[in-house]
């Protein structure tokens, strides 16, 4: 919420007189405040196996950086960035990337690094395979892989503690992206272009059941950035940006823990 709505809200709601200028300092008071939760928080996802990544454009005083998440079942962690390559997670991360395996989407830079394995999010797959249903009612492979991966979804959530054997799911990918699709649109060969890519990354999960099919948890954390971008527009420091991404972190931190984000904003104070 911009300093200028929040003095508003003090003055409107509580009768309070409150300066944009001690509005700030509190802000930045606040950021000093979560750096050891945030320091804690980024040592426990090093030491995490399993690591969702997600990252989304953030504009500050004007200039385009970027959101990135890192997040677990019980972890959020959401900083800026300069850019979008692998760089910044290389730098923030170091050798522990090496030691997890990385849900995410299908953006170059997450195969650039040095991870253990990686996950695709097969619902982002299936959003695009749909799109291709949608342009073309009448061809059956777009369908036919939805098919297959909706499959291997539900075997998964029926056998949820079970190491699942890929072998015979990838052979069953194979075979569909054999078939010769140049009588159709574009976007079909695209598509499997992309598919052939990332094809040792799609059904890992079903050989541990501890990594989830899709990058949704990812998708989810980073989205309170973006609705807070579309309603306040840009950030105007670099410090309101870092202290928004940091109780950010906190508050999702402890709501997937079963705590309320508030107290533990609160419990900087």
Known sequence: MPYERLQSLFETMFNVRISQG???????????????????????IKESSVVGFDESGCYTNGKLNWSWIAQTTYLTLVFRGA??????????????????????????????????????????????????????????WAKDVQTLL??????????????????????????????????????????????????????????????????NGSERGIRKLKVKQKISGCFRSDTGADAFHALHSIADTAWKNGQSPLKAILALV
């Open 83 to 140: 850019g979008r390559g692998a760089k910044v997670l290389e730098e923030r991360f170091g050798d522990s990337l090496k030691n997890m395996v990385a849900v995410t989407d299908r953006h170059s830079a997450y195969f650039a690094i040095d991870f253990l394995n990686n996950q695709i999010c097969l619902a982002h797959l299936l959003r695009n395979l749909e799109y291709l249903n949608d342009i073309d009612k009448e061809q059956t």
């Open 150 to 215: 909706r499959e291997a979804i539900h075997l998964r959530n029926q056998k949820t503690y079970e190491v699942i054997p890929k072998d015979s799911w990838l052979t069953r990918l194979d075979e569909l992206l054999k078939k010769n699709l140049d009588n159709m649109r574009n976007e079909f060969n695209e598509m499997k272009r992309g598919i052939i890519r990332c094809r040792d990354y799609i059904f890992n999960f079903l050989e541990n059941p501890a990594i989830p099919s899709d990058n």
């Open 22 to 44: 001690t509005l700030a300092n509190i802000v930045r008071e606040m950021l000093e405040k979560s750096r050891p939760a945030i320091a804690l928080i980024e040592r426990m």
